[in-house]
């Protein structure tokens, strides 16, 4: 019964194999004849395979296609908000000038029919912000723009703006003036008030401790408020940075009241003793005699003066086989009002 079944189960070949080869695909190196097929039907023991996976390059890896995301993500960069505040003015050329009058016009009172003296007249004062070129140069070849899976020309760009956006921001803070805006943090400070300080130093109120605050570090934010004359206040916020502010909005009043003020709707600024809060990542952190704080009216005390947009040159010819991505802004920056924008200076007096 054995070899009957083992004969029937042969002749249920003959339908595969005519002639003696076998009716399948041929694998390199395999041999025409259906012995292969055969035993391995009968026992198991012969087999032929070929691996063929993307598991690895070589056995087929190299023939599935790679797909690259055309979106790609980039580390967000801490990009200076001191423009959105400021004062932004276009301009023509570099030679920008801006008058500012000191003292006001004196007035003078008198009966119906007495006599008029001649009263002063105001001071003018120049404000001339310092101008730089930002400027980036970055190449790349012309195969990397034709094959590259996505916009290497707008990646660049964003690139670009992003990089001129964090180097202005730096230096409207804490800027020379040489060859760049000249920042706030960089002005002259006294400790006169506004009366009797010399036009284009800023008045600083000390915390009352050598890099910390003193007793009671409430009172020195409202004293600095207070500092800042009421016709700036209107439109006035805090700058500083995000590790100065994570310990302001620990503060508390007498009574365990928070100084901080959460926005309760979108779009809303947080604040600080009524005021809006900028985080700028370029203020410095608390140390002895830091800047750390600054309060005012921006829109009113800082100038920013810039030529144009930023302009980007593309050229394919000066560096061949790469294309040359030029991109130039022209930007001033300088304090314009010095009785607009305070300072709290970490140091005992």
Known sequence: MIEVKADSLEASFEGVELGGVAQRPMLSGAAPSGAA??????????VEMKSFNGSGSDTGGYALPKEIDAVIDATLKAISPIRSVANV???GSAGYRKLVTTGGTPSGWAAETGSRTETATPTFNEIAPPMGELYA???????MLDDAQFDVEAWLA??????FAKAEGSAFVGGNGTNRPKGFLSQTLASTGDASRA????QYVPSGAAGDFAANPQDKLIDLVQTLRAPYRQGAAWVMNATTLARIRKFKTSDGAF??????????????????VIESEDMPDIAANSLSIAFGNFKAGYLIAERAETAILRDPYSNKPFVNFYAVKRVGGCVSNSEAIKILKFAAS
């Not at 097929?37 to 012969?46: D, I, K, M, N």
């Not at 140069?137 to 195969?143: E, L, Y």
């Not at 964003?158 to 990089?163: F, L, N, P, S, V």
């Open 199 to 202: 036009f284009g130093s800023l």
């Open 259 to 276: 100084l901080w003020t959460p926005g309760l709707a979108v779009g809303q600024p947080d604040t600080l003793l009524g005021y809006p």
């Open 37 to 46: 097929f055969e035993g391995y039907l009968r026992s198991g023991a012969t």
């Open 158 to 163: 964003e690139e670009i703006a992003t990089e």
């Open 89 to 91: 003015v276009q301009v």
């Open 137 to 143: 140069n970055p190449s790349a070849s012309q195969a």
